[in-house]
């Protein structure tokens, strides 16, 4: 079964440049993430999608940052315009939500392997 | 709020060597998820186990074995005879479930190298 798959893996571009991420979930994942890792830390969640529903975005930088996810599959990730401190690592992640209510049967994050922005 | 600390910033070890990991956490919510990750130099995160706060009993997978406390609100991560191969950033988080997923608020990291 394929991984998590996010492109590119890197990407290098000046400030005040647009940027944009891909991540294709693993198939038939209803639930996708968008995390963002700073040098030395761990991973912040970004932006929450249930299908192509964003119901947690709280974390989101509105006036820069924007995601869609418009056929509950893949998902792209913008910075427009992107900032110096917007350097880091973007990660995607996907998940089931397995059959039942209760709260032990929701399943694990995979990861993606990241995309390392450099804002220079 | 949900916090996570992993004290240790980096350990040191060599090959065979046992080392334990420290993980503590905060949290008001009595139902809650603790996790561990590791990430190896390839940057892909890789879930290694989950536990839920109503489940106190310890694991032990092959080489590696969690010990989870609530009265000291920890859960430590221990790998035995380890291996260059176990060299990687090993993260502990801490979830309460938000609208039906795991929404983990992660420790930042402790990188361990394991020298041949």
């Known amino acids: 079964e394929a991984g998590v798959v996010q492109s590119p893996r890197y990407k290098i571009i000046e400030k005040k440049q647009p940027v944009a991420f891909w991540c294709n979930p693993i198939?038939?994942?209803?639930?996708l993430y968008w995390y963002r890792q700073n040098l030395g830390q761990g991973p912040e969640l970004l932006i929450r999608y249930e299908n192509e529903e964003a119901v947690d975005d709280s974390q989101l930088p509105k006036d820069r940052f924007s995601a869609e996810r418009l056929k509950g599959v893949d998902s792209t990730l913008k910075i427009q315009p992107a900032e110096l401190g917007d350097s880091a690592v973007y990660l995607c992640?996907?998940?089931?939500?397995?059959?039942?209510?209760?709260?032990?049967?929701?399943?694990?994050?995979?990861f993606g392997p990241g995309t390392r922005l450099t804002v220079l | 709020a949900q916090k996570v600390t992993q004290a240790q910033t980096e350990i040191s070890v060599v090959e065979k060597e046992d080392v334990t990991l420290d993980c503590v956490y905060e949290?008001?919510?009595?139902?809650?998820?603790l996790f561990w990750y590791k990430q190896p130099p390839s940057g892909e995160l890789v879930f290694l186990i989950r536990r839920n706060s109503f489940d106190e009993q310890n694991e032990i997978s092959g080489r590696y074995s969690w010990n989870f406390q609530k009265s000291t609100s920890s859960f430590n991560f221990t790998i035995t005879a380890s291996q260059v191969v176990d060299s990687a950033v090993y993260f502990c988080?801490?979830?309460?479930?938000?609208?039906?997923?795991?929404?983990?608020?992660f420790g930042r990291g402790t990188s361990l190298i394991v020298h041949p």
């Open positions: 949290t008001r919510d009595t139902t809650y998820y």
């Open positions: 992640a996907s998940s089931s939500r397995a059959s039942g209510a209760t709260l032990v049967s929701y399943n694990e994050q995979f």
């Open positions: 198939s038939g994942h209803n639930t």
């Open positions: 988080a801490l979830s309460e479930a938000r609208g039906g997923s795991y929404i983990p608020t």
